[in-house]
């Protein structure tokens, strides 16, 4: 993703770390990234070569809905 995609993906919005890096990948053991370009990195970390990949993001949740009592829609 080259720099002008950025505001399309809401990536200013995001502290960047390598966890949501395209070069980088979750680790086996979970306790780190395995970088394509700087190797075994902390998944907090980043370097100059960062790029944001939105597919890496897990969604948030939809709140629930509140419960409705029926008496609140008779007129």
Do not use: I, W
Request: charged share 30%.
């Amino acid at each position: 993703m080259n720099r002008s995609n950025r505001k399309l993906y809401r990536a200013s919005e995001y502290e960047p770390c390598c966890a949501y890096c395209l070069h980088g990948k979750p680790a086996p053991d979970g306790s780190g990234v395995l970088c394509a370009l700087r190797g075994v990195m902390r998944s907090q970390s980043r370097c100059k070569k960062y790029e944001y990949d939105p597919l890496k993001r897990e969604p948030q949740r939809t709140p629930a809905l509140p419960a409705f009592d029926p008496e609140q829609f008779t007129l």
